[in-house]
């Protein structure tokens, strides 16, 4: 039996074989952990030594070493520190260019982790394409496959639709590009209570008319992670639960279009903002899916997923993502299931001593403080939260822990893809709120 391996490396596979077949030459004296035994070949190899604390750090590292081959266990770990490995091992092995390097892991039985590294994968090669190619209509052309291998029946809203349901947000967002915006809707039916994911999908963001540094933009092809972390997670979507999907897809460019900063918008539920930076742009998109899902949806709990704020990885740098809950309960079981797939999060408040600072004079709100308050991460949440003020909602602020500047750990350079296994895992839960 075989199981596909890492994305860019299509020769790589997890063979389930027996342990039994490989015998360690007598001349070999294990000397550690992370010791590489060079073994009956040159395409062979051998896992010795003492346990490691860290089993998926430790399959990082040995498929990072392994030029090719085979890799086997001389005793195998039990199914828990398997599964770790392995998740380490794909995670660790990914690129996303093809590699014609055969690197093989040996174990006795497929660990069921398989299925969240697949969606990890995914989420890291729609983040890590170049934004020249993946525009909002690529993006939706995506959505629709992965809707489809999950089961999902999916809408779209093109620019006439939105004008008619009033997504003033996702309209002005996308205005200086040339690539239109879309919403996509995506559903999979089922009993028990409505789960609306949401995700953040800005292809790429010069900022606008308040323009991005050079340095700030080489990461923005990954402003669209948080979408990629919610289309890749409907896979993972348990049979018979309701789970519904909502993309924000726009371009943020400068173009004769291009919105302002001083423009006031009118949002889904007629709400209005008055623009004071045009580089905090994913908040407005996610204003109109949250007054939409609200609205429209009649969810019991929202998630919604976003690369929003260089504060919150100014905050918690690149191991953590923000969380902001409304209730105890979607706060904990968020944050259980990011420890079980190793993508941690951490609560922030949702301080509404800091509510004041979004004031208006022209407008129902602003997007960003005008008095200096701090705390931008948390502002940007009370921002939020006054479109979906009364059902259980939870942001995640994934700024830091969506991108990766170097390989390290599980991690290789560019999209990370978290947030993918973490929704997965909350909704096998159960997806307490």
Not at 113 to 118: C, G, H, S
Not at 159 to 165: D, N
């Amino acid at each position: 039996m075989e199981v596909t391996g890492a994305s860019g490396t299509p020769d790589g596979q997890i063979l389930i074989l027996g342990t039994d077949e490989i015998e360690l030459p007598e001349a070999l004296t294990p000397s550690g952990p992370e010791l590489l035994l060079h073994a009956d070949g040159p395409d062979h190899w051998l896992v010795v030594g003492a346990p490691p604390k860290d089993w998926a750090r430790f399959g990082a590292d040995v498929v990072r070493k392994v030029p090719a081959g085979t890799v086997a266990f001389r005793s195998e770990p039990d199914a828990a520190d398997l599964a770790q490995f392995v998740r380490g091992w794909r995670l660790g092995g990914y690129t996303p260019r093809p590699n014609p390097q055969r690197r093989v892991l040996r174990v006795s039985q497929p660990p069921g982790v398989i299925a969240q590294t697949d969606a990890t994968i995914t989420a890291r090669d729609l983040v890590n394409m170049p934004s020249n190619t993946k525009n909002p209509a690529w993006m939706v052309r995506q959505a629709r496959k992965l809707a489809r291998s999950a089961g999902a029946e999916v809408k779209v809203l093109d620019v006439p639709a939105l004008r008619s349901g009033g997504f003033g947000g996702v309209l002005a967002v996308g205005a200086g590009s040339a690539s239109p915006p879309r919403v996509v809707i995506a559903r999979r039916a089922g009993k028990g209570p409505r789960i609306v994911l949401i995700g953040k999908g800005i292809t790429f963001d010069s900022g606008g008319l308040s323009l991005k540094p050079r340095e700030a933009m080489m990461l923005m092809k990954s402003d669209m992670a948080g979408a990629a972390a919610v289309m890749s997670a409907l896979p993972l979507v348990p049979d018979g639960m309701d789970v519904t999907v909502l993309l924000g897809l726009a371009e943020n460019a400068i173009g004769a279009g291009s919105y302002r900063p001083g423009d006031v918008i009118t949002h889904v539920d007629g709400s209005t903002t008055e623009v004071r930076n045009t580089d905090a742009e994913g908040r407005l998109v996610l204003a109109d899916l949250l007054a939409y899902a609200r609205s429209q949806l009649r969810p019991d709990v929202v998630v919604d997923v976003a690369t929003l704020t260089g504060a919150a990885t100014m905050a918690l740098s690149r191991e953590y993502g923000a969380l902001y809950a409304t209730t105890d309960t979607l706060r904990d079981g968020l944050v259980a299931a990011g420890n079980e797939v190793l993508e941690q999060l951490w609560p922030m408040p949702l301080a509404q001593a800091y509510a004041f600072a979004l004031h208006s004079d022209i407008a129902d709100r602003c997007h960003i403080p005008t008095v200096e308050v701090g705390g931008g991460s948390i502002t940007a949440g009370l921002f939020l939260q006054q479109f979906i003020p009364d059902v259980p909602w939870a942001h995640l602020d994934i700024a830091g822990p969506a991108r990766a500047t170097a390989a390290s750990g599980l991690r290789a350079i560019g999209g990370t893809g978290f947030g993918a296994a973490l929704l997965g895992q909350w909704l096998a839960d159960g997806a307490r709120f």
